[in-house]
């Protein structure tokens, strides 16, 4: 029996975590996140964070193991996560992968794409451009130069935004084009599992999860996080809305529901990029677990 590597991937507030663990105790094995935005520790309610009963129930690794004042690249987390498998599978011949950070999770399995060195200049002017609140004009760019691009990545997000347009612009070709080139050999066979539901459940299973973070504190956690709000690991939905508030641009209701609206649309391009996956085995997020398992336990075997 080779290496399996098992990955639960879906859109935002699907359902995850929790299949995640059970997966986990199934096979008697541990977690690998790779949630971009749960790798930081400040940032525990905006990110759903699992909670504590979760955390306990199964291991986790690279949960609120890093700081937002430390940078830390797609890059560093392929390398980190490679040596925490490696070292995972020498005790189980099964780890389980989750996160709704598509980028991460194909980093892990396929290696990470090449793109060409651009000239520095292009960055710095995109920069301005965002600092002079162009966000809006800099989407439009993007989605003439690369469409595939702008449906699939994160545009409310600029550093994301701009790491696309600066390829686009500095190579004349778009971004897309350079991905997926060259896979890398990986010692594991990757299995993928997919959680989907019918849109409008989605929608309000996110609006809840919203309502529940307000609950929990996440006012208090954006006040505390908002002198830092210019770091990378803050351009984020949840964070940035409610910066926007502090700032006095508008009012918390209206932050709420953009937290909502935005995170609806982040769920939308996680369906988008998914989608031209054909490897994913889909399944209803309300199906029993057992059904899952047996499918898996067909291609183990």
Same mark, same amino acid.
């Given at each position: ?121 292009? *960055? %710095?002017?995109? #920069? ?6 162009? /966000? ?6 993007? !989605? $003439? ?94 964070? *940035? %809305?409610?910066? #926007? ?6 009012? /918390? ?6 937290? !909502? $609206? ?40």
């Amino acid at each position: 029996m080779g290496n399996y590597l098992i990955t639960v991937v879906g859109a935002t507030a699907i359902g995850k975590t929790a299949l995640s663990i059970k997966l986990a105790l199934h096979f008697n094995t541990e977690i690998i996140s790779c949630d971009s935005r749960q790798f930081y520790k400040e940032m525990k309610i905006g990110t759903a964070v699992p909670s504590s009963e979760e955390l306990n129930a199964a291991p986790h690794h690279f949960i609120q193991n890093r700081s937002i004042f430390e940078d830390y690249s797609v890059g560093q987390f392929e390398k980190d996560a490679l040596r925490k498998l490696e070292e995972l599978f020498s005790k189980n011949k099964v780890v389980i992968m989750v996160g709704g950070s598509g980028l991460y999770t194909n980093a892990v399995i396929d290696g990470l794409d090449y793109f060409p060195e651009v000239n520095p200049e292009i *960055r %710095e002017n995109l #920069n301005k451009q965002i600092e002079k609140g162009e /966000l809006k004009q800099l989407q439009n760019q993007l !989605k $003439k130069l690369d469409i595939e691009s702008y449906n699939t990545i994160e545009v409310e997000n600029p550093h994301r935004l701009i790491r696309a347009l600066e390829i686009c612009i500095g190579t004349g070709k778009p971004y897309s084009s350079f991905k997926n080139k060259n896979k890398e050999k990986r010692n594991f066979i990757p299995i993928k599992i997919g959680l989907t539901a019918e849109r409008e459940i989605m929608y309000n299973r996110i609006n809840k999860r919203v309502d529940i973070m307000f609950e929990e504190g996440l006012l208090e956690e954006a006040k505390k996080l908002y002198e830092h709000k210019n770091l990378n690991a803050l351009q984020t939905v949840g964070y *940035r %809305e409610l910066f #926007n508030y502090f700032d006095g641009n508008c009012t /918390l209701e209206f932050a709420k529901s953009e937290i !909502k $609206k935005n995170t609806r649309r982040f769920s939308k391009r996680q369906v988008t990029w998914n989608k031209k996956d054909t490897t994913i085995h889909w399944f209803d997020f309300e199906i029993p677990t057992s059904e899952i398992f047996h499918k898996i336990e067909e291609i183990i075997i």
